[in-house]
């Protein structure tokens, strides 16, 4: 059973709105979040994170919020660019220490058009 | 400085043969994870080593998975004999530390598409 969730597999926007991807979780004891974003045939490459002790952080046009009662969190890209289409996974950190594993969400396809 | 590399880019073998996917790390990088796409599904974890040991592998599928890291520089994933549901998107990432991740210091490859017909 899948612990995150990405509801929405796609998602297109208009250049300069804003884009608003979504992500559930089942696991109450996970402590950190992050979202990655994949180009085609390209890996994985970090975009924000946040800490299970904060509601938001901030990071140029990338704003990722975190409501823990409701085990959700949302990434927030303001204003959308066209460089910006590409799949967003949401992931959230098991384990402790030196052992560590993300657990995936399936991923959102974002388009923002022109 | 050069990323995580990974080989073959693209690999298209027949079911019951044997395919082995190589992964460089980062220079330096003593963490070193495996992970996979099925099509249609999540990126799952298969295992992470730390140097040359086998931190966690609790994520490999089964016996017919093997990854090796000897010397702790690269690493190889065999899977033999191949399956049909071995096909997938074979990523490989690495870091300094286990605890860089919080902060984004995972480094993904390009990733090994393997397609087993």
């Known amino acids: 059973d899948q612990q995150v969730k990405q509801n929405s597999p796609s998602l297109s926007v208009q250049e300069g709105r804003i884009s608003i991807l979504n992500c559930d979780y089942t696991?109450?004891?996970?402590?950190?979040f992050l979202w990655y974003k994949k180009y085609p045939a390209e890996g994985p490459t970090f975009l924000i994170s946040?800490?299970?002790i904060k509601d938001k952080n901030e990071d140029g046009r990338f704003t990722v919020f975190l409501n823990k009662s409701a085990k959700h969190l949302s990434l927030h890209i303001v204003p959308s660019q066209p460089g910006d289409s590409a799949v967003y996974f949401c992931?959230?950190?098991?384990?402790?220490?030196?052992?560590?594993?993300?657990?995936w969400g399936l991923g959102t396809s974002l388009a923002v058009n022109p | 400085e050069a990323g995580v590399t990974q080989f073959p880019s693209h690999s298209v073998i027949e079911k019951g043969q044997t395919v082995t996917l190589r992964c460089d790390p980062i220079s330096g990088h003593d963490n070193l994870y495996w992970y996979r796409r099925v099509m249609g599904k999540e990126i799952k974890f298969l295992l992470h080593?730390?140097?040359?040991?086998?931190?966690?592998e609790s994520g490999m599928p089964n016996n017919r998975f093997l990854a090796e890291r000897t010397g702790g520089t690269y690493s190889t994933l065999k899977v033999q004999p191949a399956e049909l549901e071995d096909s997938g998107v074979y990523f490989c990432a690495s870091s300094q530390t286990g605890t860089e991740i919080l902060f984004g210091e995972l480094f993904f490859g390009e990733g090994s598409r393997l397609t087993v017909l």
């Open positions: 946040i800490s299970s």
């Open positions: 992931a959230a950190l098991s384990g402790t220490g030196n052992n560590r594993k993300l657990i």
């Open positions: 080593f730390v140097k040359e040991s086998k931190q966690d």
């Open positions: 696991n109450s004891m996970f402590d950190y």
